[in-house]
């Protein structure tokens, strides 16, 4: 094409883009109302600081045109519920407020200047009242509706430079390999070590709750027009000490020993190993026109430290995600668990769920070393780790508290705003959603997969756990595609 034609298709394509009706946003900067105008302003502002802090969170992606409202994946798969009637669409559009202030209260709080006054009270305020005009032009809705996308994390254009049709096959052979591997070890009894410790979850305070209990809490999903449960604090907090893991682990150095983390010196956050914790969140998943609990549990240690020769794996922090899934009966249908690069993706069913075959065998699809029995109202899993590599060498049932050592549950939330030692707040994630300084020396080998840092810590929300294929661990379909589940309450 000449650099005429060039020219002339470069002009039609701005002619084109300035034909563009504005924003619904753009429509609240430039209201006949004082109140829009000036809320839309606070947004704006807001963001400008945030931006120029570097402070940004990305738990939850942003929605172009709605700065005021948030989406994860589980509520972008419920747009077209959300469409079907008006309690639907206020009870979604009010999740996207509360994902956005979730947001907004780390954002603010690490902020190095904040804003004078109740901040967060006025972000709420004019979030309500921007969706509340959004929510009266049905152009506003369907805008609304089409911007609740989240962009997946794969660089498409990595994996063309990387000629992923190709190296896909090589990093297959590679998968299934540690599968074959990682299937091995769970059928030989974990090595004998001087040092066995094990780690129970914090005590209920005596009032644990029941399978039944829990299944009362869940039923409250039908109040939720979308079909998801409200629980309090206080109900999660229950439900999550009855479904806790215990921890088994040699430890062989302080990078064996996991807890919190903080803010010292440094780019990157240390784990105070004197109080061993998990944090812990709420999540949700799909399964036809049901909404299932999940109980979400990470664990964090100061290092995978390098083995000798080269490593390609080692790197400053490591850890453990460890979920759960709910039938709503109370009764555990499957575990999975990753590491918080999000790699080493493994499932654990139950009998009440059964795998589905894989669409592409090449595809990294649910890779089950081990299935687990029914579990009893007692029971817990017991995970075993391995000393240094952290990986899960065994999963098994025990009762009741199995050890005298327990560990404390923090607000996984809590991660994304913590204390400076100077003064001031910091998330552990950068604006990229990685902890910096985590990085490890696969990079180089693994970025033809189009995973950004493979090996970096990285944030909820943000773990692509599949090289091969395409896969998320907060995916709402996740269980959905690879997995029958038996919903009923038949023992």
């Given at each position: 094409?000449?650099?005429?034609?060039?020219?002339?298709?470069?002009?039609?394509?701005?002619?084109?883009?300035?034909?563009?009706?504005?924003s619904?946003?753009e429509?609240?900067?430039?209201?006949e109302?004082?109140?829009?105008?000036?809320?839309?302003?606070?947004?704006?502002?807001?963001?400008?600081?945030?931006?120029?802090?570097?402070v940004?969170?990305?738990?939850y992606?942003?929605?172009?045109?709605?700065?005021?409202?948030?989406?994860?994946?589980?509520?972008?798969s419920?747009?077209?519920?959300?469409?079907a009637n008006?309690?639907?669409?206020r009870a979604?559009?009010?999740?996207?407020?509360e994902?956005?202030?979730?947001?907004?209260?780390?954002?603010?709080?690490?902020?190095?200047?904040?804003?004078?006054?109740?901040?967060?009270?006025?972000?709420?305020?004019c979030?309500?009242?921007?969706?509340?005009?959004d929510?009266?032009?049905?152009?506003?809705?369907?805008?609304?509706?089409?911007a609740?996308r989240v962009p997946?994390?794969?660089?498409?254009?990595d994996?063309?430079?990387?000629?992923?049709?190709?190296?896909?096959?090589?990093?297959?052979s590679g998968?299934?390999?540690?599968?074959?591997?990682?299937?091995?070890?769970?059928e030989?009894?974990?090595a004998?070590?001087?040092v066995?410790?094990?780690?129970?979850?914090p005590?209920?305070?005596?009032?644990?709750l029941?399978r039944?209990?829990?299944?009362?809490?869940?039923?409250?999903?039908?109040?939720?027009?979308?079909?998801?449960p409200?629980?309090?604090?206080?109900?999660?907090?229950?439900?999550?000490?009855?479904?806790?893991?215990?921890?088994?682990?040699?430890?062989?150095?302080?990078?064996d020993r996991?807890?919190?983390?903080?803010?010292?010196?440094?780019e990157?956050?240390?784990v105070?190993?004197?109080?061993?914790?998990?944090?812990?969140?709420?999540?949700?998943?799909?399964?036809?026109?049901?909404?299932?609990?999940?109980?979400v549990?990470?664990?964090?240690?100061?290092?995978?430290?390098?083995?000798p020769?080269?490593?390609?794996?080692?790197?400053r922090?490591?850890?453990?995600?460890?979920?759960?899934?709910?039938?709503?009966d109370?009764?555990p249908?499957?575990?999975?668990?990753?590491?918080?690069?999000?790699?080493?993706?493994?499932?654990?069913p139950?009998?009440?769920?059964?795998?589905?075959?894989a669409?592409?065998?090449?595809?990294?699809?649910?890779f089950?070393?081990?299935?687990?029995?029914?579990?009893?109202?007692?029971?817990?899993p017991?995970?075993?780790?391995?000393?240094?590599?952290h990986?899960?060498e065994?999963?098994?049932?025990v009762?009741?508290?199995?050890?005298?050592?327990?560990?404390?549950f923090?607000?996984?939330?809590?991660?994304?705003?913590l204390?400076?030692?100077?003064?001031?707040?910091?998330?552990?994630?950068?604006a990229?959603?990685?902890i910096?300084?985590?990085?490890?020396?696969?990079?180089f080998?693994y970025?033809?997969?189009?995973?950004?840092?493979?090996?970096?810590?990285?944030?909820?929300?943000?773990?692509?756990?599949?090289?091969?294929?395409r896969?998320?661990?907060?995916?709402?379909?996740l269980?959905?595609r690879?997995?029958?589940?038996?919903?009923?309450?038949?023992?």
């Amino acid at each position: 094409m000449s650099a005429r034609l060039w020219l002339a298709a470069l002009l039609a394509a701005l002619a084109g883009c300035a034909g563009l009706p504005p924003s619904p946003f753009e429509t609240h900067l430039t209201s006949e109302s004082a109140e829009l105008r000036e809320c839309a302003a606070w947004y704006r502002d807001l963001d400008n600081a945030v931006e120029a802090a570097g402070v940004r969170d990305v738990q939850y992606a942003r929605m172009q045109g709605f700065p005021y409202m948030r989406v994860d994946r589980l509520l972008a798969s419920l747009a077209g519920r959300a469409a079907a009637n008006e309690a639907a669409m206020r009870a979604w559009s009010e999740h996207l407020l509360e994902l956005d202030l979730e947001s907004r209260q780390a954002e603010i709080d690490n902020l190095p200047v904040r804003p004078a006054g109740a901040a967060l009270q006025r972000t709420r305020m004019c979030g309500a009242m921007l969706r509340d005009a959004d929510l009266a032009r049905p152009e506003a809705r369907q805008a609304m509706l089409a911007a609740a996308r989240v962009p997946d994390d794969y660089s498409d254009s990595d994996r063309m430079v990387g000629l992923y049709p190709l190296t896909r096959l090589a990093f297959s052979s590679g998968v299934r390999r540690w599968e074959a591997e990682a299937r091995a070890g769970f059928e030989r009894q974990p090595a004998a070590h001087p040092v066995l410790v094990r780690f129970s979850p914090p005590s209920a305070g005596g009032s644990a709750l029941s399978r039944a209990g829990v299944a009362a809490i869940l039923g409250r999903a039908e109040l939720d027009p979308l079909g998801l449960p409200g629980l309090s604090v206080r109900e999660l907090t229950r439900i999550a000490a009855s479904y806790a893991p215990s921890f088994e682990l040699p430890v062989t150095g302080d990078y064996d020993r996991f807890g919190s983390l903080h803010w010292q010196s440094g780019e990157t956050p240390q784990v105070d190993t004197t109080a061993p914790t998990a944090y812990v969140q709420q999540a949700y998943t799909r399964y036809g026109e049901r909404v299932l609990l999940q109980l979400v549990y990470t664990i964090w240690f100061p290092e995978r430290p390098a083995d000798p020769g080269i490593d390609l794996l080692a790197g400053r922090l490591d850890g453990l995600v460890w979920r759960v899934t709910l039938a709503p009966d109370g009764e555990p249908l499957v575990y999975d668990s990753i590491h918080p690069c999000g790699c080493y993706h493994q499932f654990f069913p139950t009998p009440r769920a059964r795998v589905r075959p894989a669409p592409d065998p090449d595809d990294e699809w649910a890779f089950v070393p081990k299935a687990l029995p029914r579990v009893a109202e007692e029971e817990r899993p017991l995970v075993r780790l391995s000393p240094r590599t952290h990986y899960i060498e065994q999963v098994s049932m025990v009762r009741g508290a199995d050890s005298v050592s327990r560990y404390a549950f923090l607000d996984y939330d809590a991660l994304r705003s913590l204390p400076l030692a100077a003064g001031g707040r910091r998330s552990a994630f950068g604006a990229d959603g990685l902890i910096a300084g985590t990085e490890r020396a696969e990079r180089f080998v693994y970025w033809p997969m189009g995973i950004a840092s493979p090996g970096a810590m990285r944030q909820w929300g943000r773990h692509a756990t599949a090289f091969v294929g395409r896969r998320h661990f907060d995916d709402a379909d996740l269980l959905e595609r690879r997995f029958e589940l038996d919903l009923g309450s038949t023992r």
